[in-house]
């Protein structure tokens, strides 16, 4: 997955029309722009471990909340591309 279709995805999967199974595959295999320190990978692994566990369960019964690691990615992908322009300016 392109870095520049990770917000489509995440919208999709705030309106329920991508399942957090599918969602943290397409993480791992998202391709990030070599700009971001390799910090931005680890975060981007962790959320998408969690999300992986999550798919496995009904939103109530997992102990990671999916409209959580949705915010969580939202905060990420926000840092991640206040660091893109900071490195481009």
Do not use: H, Y
Not at 13 to 37: S, V
Not at 40 to 69: G, Y
């Amino acid at each position: 997955m392109k870095f520049e279709t990770l917000q489509r995805d995440l919208t999709a999967a705030r309106a329920g029309e991508l399942d957090m199974g599918t969602f943290a595959r397409r993480l791992r295999g998202l391709i990030l722009p070599a700009a971001l320190p390799p910090k931005f990978a680890e975060v981007l692994e962790n959320i998408a471990d969690r999300m992986q566990s999550s798919a496995l369960f009904d939103d109530d019964s997992c102990s990671f909340s999916q409209a959580d690691l949705l915010d969580a990615l939202e905060v990420w992908l926000q840092k991640a591309n206040e660091r893109l322009r900071a490195g481009k300016g």
